[in-house]
C-alpha cells in the first residue's frame, strides 16, 4: 500500500489527531529540552523527539481495553496514550501536582487509567509487564491488547526474549515494538544487536517480524493495525522493529561525541512531523491552515503546562511515606 | 470443622477455595499442572512438591505451565496484577529469585509509590525455601532478608499448617505484592486445619508458647526447632515465650517488646546467614526500643556465614538445632555482669 493510498483510509479526524499528537510529543520534548538547559528540571531526562511517528502510528490504534509499557523514553508513549501533559509536565518538575505526585519523575510516568503502565528505569522491564496485561485481557475476553515498547538496548535483555517466547508459547494478544534508535546509550545498534535486524528475532519466536520505516506515520500506522486487529483476533503476538534516529542525545547533558552528523540530515529530510504535513496537505485531506491552527493549540498546551508546573507546589514531608502500601 | 492436613494440603485447599470464590484468581508456574504440550497427562506434577495439584481441572484455564523464563512469567504476573488479575505465581525455589528479582523489587514493590499511590499490585509469589533436603546451595537458602528489606513488598512465612492456609487467603486477598515463604522441610507436616475459609491478618506474631525467663523470637522452620528446645528446657526449670513472627513485613514489634518487656532475655532463632538477617533486626529493635529490660546480652542463633553445603554431615551441622538454641537459653539465663 503507498502512502497516499494509506493517507486516504484515515478520515480527517483521525490524521488530525495523528498530527497533533505528534506535534504534542515534538513540542513537549523540544520545551523540556529548553527548559532543561536552564537547570531548573531536575534527575535524568531521556528525549523522545524524532521518534514520534512511532508512539503515534500504534497508540492511536489503540482503546480503554489496552495496555502500553514504555521505556525510559516514555514521553512520547505517554502522551500518545492520553495522559495529560500538564500533569507529566509537573511530574518532571517534581511537583505535587504531578503525574505520579512528584514521586515518579520523568522515568516513572505512569497513568494506569490511560492505559499506561509507566515509562521504566529499567531497560527491559517493560515486556514481562506486558505478557500479563495481555494475559488479563486474554483471561477476561476483553479484546486488549498489550504493547511493549523498548529499544535497540532493550531487545538485547533477556526479559524482552523471554517474553517473546512466553507471548507465543501462550498466544498472547500482545505486540512487541523495538524502537531502533540506533544507540543504546552510546553504542551502536550496529554492534550490540547481533543478528542484521531485531526483527529478524521474531522468527525464533514463532512470530512475524516486521522491518518499518519509524520517521513514517503511515508505514508505522498500517503495520500496527494489522498487527493489533491479528492480535485481538486471537492470532498471537507480533514484533515490530521502527528504524530511525532520535534528536537528542541518550539524556540531556549527553554531549553525543560518538554520533556523526545524522541528526541533521533526520530533521531536514526524515523528519516524521514535515513528512506527514507534506503528505496530507498534497493530497488535499488537511490544509497548511488546519496544521497551523494545531500547532498554535499546542505551543498554547505547553506553554500553560511549563507555567503552570513552574507555579505548582512541591510535595511535602508527609508525602514521604505515604503509598508503600496500599494497607501495611 | 478442623481436621489434621498438611501444610501442602492446606496451602491448596486455600489456593482451591480462592479460586471457588473469586474468578481473577489464578495460579502460574514452572510444571503447576505439569505436562503442557506433553503426549501424557496434563496435570502431571502440580508443581514439583505437589501443591497446585488438582486445581488443573478444577479450574480450567486458570491454571498455567510456563516455559522456565521466570523474569517473563514473574513479570507477567505482576502485570496481570495491575490489570485486574489476583494472580499467585510459583517462584519454585527461592534461590532463582536472581534470574527475575528486577521484576519483584524494581517493578512490583514500587509500582505504587513510584506511581503516586495510583497502582494496585496484587499479586503473589510462592517461593520454597530453607536447608534439610540435600538439596545443596542453589536450592536452599532462607532469602527472606532481602526481601524483607525492600520497601512495598510483604513477606509472609507459615510454619503451620493452619498458619499456611490463613495466611495464603490473606496474601491472596491483600492488594499489595507478598513474597510467600514456604520451607520444603514443611510440606509433610500435619496438624489441625479448618475446613472453613479464613485469613490471617498479617503483621500480628503468634506466641505459641508461654514462659517468663527468656523470649525466643523466631520464624518458619525455626519455630519447631524452637518448641523442641523449649519443651526440654522445661524440663530445667527454665520458662521460654517462643513467639512465631509469620510475616516479617509487615512485623509485629510489639508483641516482641512486650514479651522482652517481660522476660529481660531474648534469643532469636532464624535458619538465614547471620549477617543482615531478622536475627539481627530483631536483635537491633530490641537493644533500641527494649534496653531497660534486658538483663543479659541478646543471643542470635542462625546458621553460619557460608553457602548450604549438600553432604548430610555438614548440612546438619549448618541447620540450627534445637541444641543450639537450648545452648543460647542458657547462656542468657547465665549471664552474669
Not at chain 1, 510529543?25 to 537547570?39: P, Y
Not at chain 1, 498500517?222 to 539524556?251: D, Q, V
Request: charged content about 20%; glycine content about 10%.
Amino acid at each position: 500500500m503507498t502512502q497516499t493510498a494509506e493517507g486516504k483510509a484515515l478520515s480527517r479526524e483521525r490524521l488530525l489527531s495523528a498530527y497533533r499528537m505528534m506535534r504534542t510529543i515534538r513540542e513537549f520534548e523540544e520545551r523540556v529540552h529548553a527548559e532543561f538547559a536552564t537547570g531548573e528540571i531536575p534527575g535524568f531526562v531521556h528525549l523522545y523527539a524524532g521518534e514520534e511517528a512511532s508512539a503515534a502510528g500504534v497508540c492511536i490504534n489503540l482503546d480503554d481495553r489496552d495496555t502500553i509499557a514504555s521505556t525510559h523514553r516514555g514521553h512520547g508513549h505517554c502522551i500518545a496514550r492520553g495522559v495529560d501533559v500538564g500533569e507529566m509536565m509537573a511530574e518532571i518538575y517534581g511537583r505535587k501536582t504531578g503525574s505520579c505526585h512528584g514521586k515518579g519523575g520523568s522515568m516513572h510516568i505512569a497513568d494506569l487509567s490511560k492505559g499506561m503502565l509507566g515509562a521504566n528505569g529499567i531497560v527491559g522491564g517493560g515486556p514481562p509487564l506486558i505478557c500479563g496485561a495481555a494475559l488479563a485481557a486474554k483471561i477476561k475476553g476483553t479484546g486488549g491488547v498489550g504493547v511493549a515498547f523498548f529499544g535497540d538496548g532493550g531487545s538485547n535483555q533477556g526479559t524482552t526474549l523471554e517474553s517473546m517466547n512466553l507471548a507465543s508459547v501462550w498466544n498472547l494478544p500482545a505486540i512487541f515494538v523495538a524502537e531502533n534508535n540506533g544507540y543504546a546509550e552510546t553504542t551502536s545498534s550496529t554492534w550490540s544487536v547481533a543478528s542484521d535486524n531485531i526483527a529478524d528475532r521474531a522468527a525464533g519466536f514463532g512470530m512475524p517480524g516486521v522491518i518499518v520505516d519509524g520517521f513514517d506515520f503511515f508505514a508505522v500506522h498500517e503495520t500496527a493495525s494489522e498487527a493489533i486487529a491479528r492480535a485481538r483476533a486471537g492470532g498471537g503476538p507480533t514484533l515490530i522493529e521502527m528504524k530511525f534516529t532520535r534528536y537528542y542525545g541518550h539524556f540531556e547533558g549527553d554531549q553525543q561525541t560518538y554520533r556523526a552528523d545524522e541528526v541533521a540530515h533526520a530533521r531536514a529530510e526524515l523528519d516524521c512531523l514535515k513528512r506527514f504535513a507534506g503528505l496530507v496537505t498534497q493530497t488535499g485531506e488537511l490544509t497548511r491552515a488546519d496544521l497551523d491552527a494545531v500547532d498554535a493549540d499546542v505551543a498554547a498546551l505547553i506553554d500553560q503546562a511549563v507555567e503552570e508546573a513552574q507555579a505548582a507546589p512541591l510535595p511535602t514531608a508527609a508525602d514521604l511515606l505515604t503509598d508503600v502500601y496500599v494497607r501495611y | 470443622m478442623a481436621r489434621n492436613i498438611t501444610y501442602r494440603e492446606a496451602l491448596n485447599e486455600a489456593l482451591a477455595q480462592e479460586m471457588e470464590r473469586d474468578e481473577s484468581v489464578i495460579v502460574m508456574g514452572e510444571d503447576n499442572a505439569g505436562g503442557a504440550g506433553s503426549p501424557g497427562a496434563q496435570d502431571a506434577w502440580g508443581g514439583v512438591l505437589g501443591v497446585t495439584k488438582g486445581l488443573y481441572h478444577k479450574f480450567p484455564g486458570r491454571v498455567l505451565d510456563t516455559p522456565i523464563s521466570e523474569s517473563a512469567f514473574i513479570g507477567a504476573a505482576i502485570g496481570a496484577a495491575t490489570a485486574g488479575l489476583r494472580p499467585v505465581a510459583e517462584l519454585m525455589f527461592v534461590d532463582f529469585m536472581g534470574v527475575c528479582f528486577d521484576q519483584i523489587y524494581n517493578q512490583a514493590a514500587k509500582f505504587r509509590y513510584m506511581f503516586g499511590g495510583k497502582a494496585v499490585t496484587p499479586v503473589v509469589i510462592r517461593t520454597m525455601y530453607g536447608a534439610g533436603l540435600r538439596a545443596a546451595a542453589q536450592h536452599s537458602q532462607c532469602l527472606y532478608p532481602l526481601f524483607t528489606h525492600i520497601p512495598g513488598l510483604k513477606v509472609v512465612l507459615p510454619a503451620t499448617p493452619y498458619d499456611a492456609k490463613g495466611l495464603m487467603i490473606q496474601a491472596i486477598r491483600d492488594n499489595d505484592p507478598v513474597m510467600f515463604f514456604e520451607h520444603k522441610a514443611l510440606y509433610d507436616l500435619a496438624g489441625p486445619v479448618p475446613e472453613e475459609s479464613y485469613a490471617l491478618p498479617f503483621g500480628e506474631a503468634n506466641v505459641v508458647r508461654e514462659g517468663g525467663d527468656v523470649t525466643i523470637v523466631t520464624l518458619g522452620r525455626m519455630v519447631h526447632t524452637s518448641l523442641e528446645a523449649a519443651g526440654r528446657l522445661a524440663a530445667d526449670g527454665v520458662q521460654c515465650e517462643v513467639i512465631d513472627l509469620r510475616t516479617t513485613s509487615p512485623l509485629d514489634e510489639d508483641t516482641v517488646l512486650e514479651s522482652v518487656e517481660g522476660t529481660g532475655r531474648l534469643v532469636v532463632v532464624d535458619e538465614a546467614h547471620p549477617r543482615c538477617s531478622i536475627a539481627t533486626d530483631i536483635s537491633a529493635l530490641v537493644a533500641r526500643k527494649a534496653f531497660g529490660a534486658l538483663q543479659a546480652p541478646i543471643e542470635m542463633v542462625t546458621a553460619p556465614h557460608t553457602p548450604v553445603p549438600f553432604s548430610k554431615a555438614l548440612e546438619d551441622l549448618y541447620i540450627p538445632d534445637a541444641q543450639r538454641v537450648a545452648n543460647a537459653v542458657k547462656t542468657v539465663t547465665g549471664w552474669t555482669r
